[in-house]
């Protein structure tokens, strides 16, 4: 299955092919898993894209919860240059801390992150993102209705892809409330598409990357009893359309898993087994810096033979 997918990235690179000026008829697309801190994964594999300027290769880029902000900064062409900020502490500490929980402030501020961090400490190239032609696609969830929502088509300027990036980022209990774009509420991509791989089917994809934060031998767990107790009162109150998607989330991301692995044209890069298992709010940097660099590694094994001479 992933032969055909090597195969149309050698063609494009080959041809230099650009999104509105491609040859074929195919529709390639990028999707980049989330799951907070264990987004280093991705985030590696993105400098591996780019490094070896794969990019333009692609169509559009789908993105889930920090898979978005992974993808964001691949398209605006600073994956590489920014990827230390997984283990800057002037980035992971001040952007997740658990003790904040004892203040009833969030644990995780992608307020700070994306307004402060990313504009004023390790500006982010929020025109750059506007103006590629390849397309953007953050997933988020719908909280009145626990459907995946794409807010590509939300996107028209820089305060309404900030919101977006948010959006796809708002973990239920540990980011807030919902963030509202245009008077509805959204929470996090990853309780209604882990990876994007539903939506970017129902808009035609015809060959699939994906960029994945878990090992094959890593499955996902049905939410304990004291999550299920906190968890359904915060839904209750912030976000009640997502409760029953939530409690379906395991189901969810088997189905996600049964469409990546049918897919006729679809390449899966993960983690390599032996990998360290990362949870969401991990913030040590030796560990980060490492996850970010199997990451690179991963992606480029995979990748490296589309292009004759890697940057």
């Not at 904040?100 to 644990?107: G, I, K, L, M, S």
């Amino acid at each position: 299955m992933s032969d055909a997918v090597l195969q149309l990235l050698r063609d494009r690179v080959q041809r230099r092919s650009t999104p509105g000026q491609r040859t074929d008829d195919a529709r390639l697309v990028l999707l980049i898993e989330g799951g907070s801190s264990r987004g280093a994964y991705s985030s590696g594999m993105t400098v591996a894209i780019e490094r070896l300027g794969l990019l333009p290769a692609f169509d559009a880029v789908y993105g889930s919860s920090a898979g978005s902000l992974n993808g964001a900064w691949l398209l605006c062409g600073r994956a590489e240059s920014t990827k230390h900020a997984w283990w800057d502490p002037r980035v992971m500490r001040t952007t997740i801390n658990p003790m904040r929980a004892f203040r009833r402030q969030p644990v995780v501020d992608t307020q700070h992150l994306i307004h402060t961090v990313y504009t004023r400490v390790m500006p982010m190239g929020f025109q750059d993102i506007l103006d590629n032609p390849v397309e953007f696609h953050p997933i988020a969830t719908d909280a009145r209705t626990g459907e995946p929502a794409d807010l590509h088509p939300l996107i028209h300027d820089i305060p309404s892809l900030q919101a977006a990036l948010r959006a796809s980022t708002a973990m239920p209990l540990l980011t807030g409330r919902p963030v509202v774009i245009e008077g509805r509420p959204y929470v996090d991509a990853g309780l209604s598409e882990s990876f994007g791989v539903r939506t970017a089917l129902a808009q035609k994809a015809t060959h699939i990357v994906a960029l994945r934060t878990r090992r094959s031998d890593e499955t996902p767990s049905a939410p304990s009893r004291g999550e299920r107790i906190v968890l359904t009162r915060w839904f209750a109150r912030h976000a009640p359309g997502v409760a029953q998607t939530w409690l379906r989330h395991l189901e969810i991301r088997l189905e996600e898993e049964d469409l990546l692995a049918s897919h006729p044209a679809c390449l899966q890069i993960r983690p390599p087994l032996g990998s360290l298992r990362v949870g969401r709010t991990e913030r040590r940097p030796d560990v980060l810096r490492a996850v970010v660099d199997t990451g690179i590694r991963a992606a480029m094994n995979e990748l490296a033979t589309c292009v004759l001479e890697p940057r």
